[in-house]
């Protein structure tokens, strides 16, 4: 039996009469967490980059209109250095007391400056990596990297670095969640609750796609996301298999259509739900099949996940491929799977026939993830259902509490 997990007490805005997201703490907690797992792996300091790695770590947002625009070197036992870049680098220091010291960040832009200036630029980001670390007495530790490309990587290495894998160490901390990001999960369902509800009352034969999508990110703004990507829309015969969306399509009498409301975030922690309707009629007993037999295979996976369970137990209720003549589990990665969520769109733990049943993960108290599948007919239509799960101590319970026992009929004449 489904468990719908408790609904929060408070809303997006902060208050000083309430615990609510206790910032201060969520950083603190989440910083704690990454030294402890460190040391396991005797790393002393780690240099990242990426935005979920470095708001995990810090709490910061920063520029990321491409990669590498600025980085962090992350002590076992010592402040962080954040490497900001251009702009960032003087708006941010009374913006975040919490970070003590500031540098700015060497960045070569993919390589558009051209070979030799890479390396020049690469030389002196290696370099000033390097003072850092003499500077604390780590000149000889090996550095954990996450991120970066391999002109970085060279020049570490040529300037004497050595380096080892941080991209473990990171995937590990961010497998458990504290109470302050599960509630920030908590927070990003009941934000896209108010998008399902504007697409369910939007919905209707001569819309478009494109329209659908418009009205779902106004809604997610609107409810308090503070980043909202493009929703994906697909009906109709383009909606199963999954492929390509908002393409403009007009929305049909008789379409099914689902959205994907994924990535919506909230102080860093992002969603991955679908619903799936049909338009301007009610389901078929074809159409109900299909939803049942979905259904039942996401409720057994739920049913499944406990506290000593593993992932092969869970991925045993996902069909093979072949169950949609597909020759290899492949042709389902990302469309037939349960992967982590947090502040990242897939962390620890994945769920799958391609890889659970031979590589088992254990499920753990404070594990987070999306849980998903989908039936249909190529260039008929299809049905779609996601559902975000927390592991408790007695079970699975969903943290989105939208309906989803069956196909939302919208737009009906």
């Known amino acids: 039996m489904v468990k719908m997990a408790s ?5 997006t805005t902060q208050a000083d009469w309430q615990e ?48 590498q625009l600025w980085y962090i070197l992350f002590f ?26 500031w540098r700015i960040a060497r960045a070569w832009l993919g390589g558009i400056c051209g070979p030799e200036a890479v390396k020049e630029e690469a030389a002196l980001f290696a370099s000033e990596i390097y003072q ?46 504290t109470i302050d990001e599960i509630n920030c999960l908590k927070m990003v369902a009941a934000i896209c609750e108010a998008a399902w509800y504007k697409l369910w009352e939007n919905m209707k034969p001569g819309t478009t796609d494109a329209d659908l999508s ?58 991955c739900n679908y619903r799936t309707f049909v338009a301007g009629r009610n389901p078929t007993d074809k159409e109900k099949d299909w939803y049942k037999t979905l259904l039942e295979r996401l409720n057994n996976i739920i049913d499944s996940v406990k506290p000593g369970a593993t992932t092969a137990d869970a991925a045993k209720h996902f069909p093979p491929a072949s169950h949609w003549g597909y020759k290899e589990e492949a042709e389902v990665l990302t469309m037939e799977i349960g992967h982590g969520i947090g502040i990242g769109s897939y962390e620890l733990p994945v769920i799958n026939r391609q890889w659970s049943l031979a590589h088992p993960q254990v499920f753990q108290p404070g594990m987070t993830f ?7 007919e190529t260039r008929v239509g299809g049905v779609r259902l996601e559902n975000m799960i927390l592991v408790t101590e007695n079970g699975a319970e969903l943290l989105d509490h939208f309906p989803r026992e069956e196909i939302l009929v919208a737009g009906r004449y």
């Open 370 to 376: 999306a849980v998903e599948s989908r039936e249909g």
């Open 7 to 11: 609904k929060l007490t408070f809303g």
């Open 76 to 101: 076992a036992e010592d402040d962080p250095v954040v490497f900001a870049h251009a702009g960032w680098v003087r708006q941010m220091p009374d913006q975040a007391p919490w970070i003590k010291h």
């Open 214 to 271: 418009l009205v779902a990110i106004n809604a997610l703004y609107q409810a308090g996301a503070e980043i909202v990507p493009p929703i994906g829309i697909r009906s109709g015969p383009v909606s199963f298999d999954r492929g390509f969306e908002r393409a403009g399509r007009i929305i049909q009498t008789g379409d099914l259509v689902y959205a994907a409301m994924c990535g919506v975030r909230y102080m860093g922690y992002g969603s």
């Open 20 to 67: 609510r997201i206790n910032t201060s703490r969520l950083r603190d907690e989440r910083a704690a967490r990454m030294r402890q797992i460190m040391k396991k792996h005797g790393l002393s300091v780690i240099l990242s980059t990426g935005s979920d790695n470095n708001r995990y770590l810090t709490g910061l947002r920063g520029a990321e209109f491409t990669p």
């Open 132 to 177: 850092e670390l003499c500077e604390r007495g780590l000149g000889g530790e090996k550095l954990g990297v996450i991120g970066f490309d391999g002109a970085a990587r060279e020049a570490l290495t040529q300037k004497g670095i050595k380096l080892a894998d941080g991209v473990s160490p990171m995937r590990e901390a961010r497998v458990i969640k």
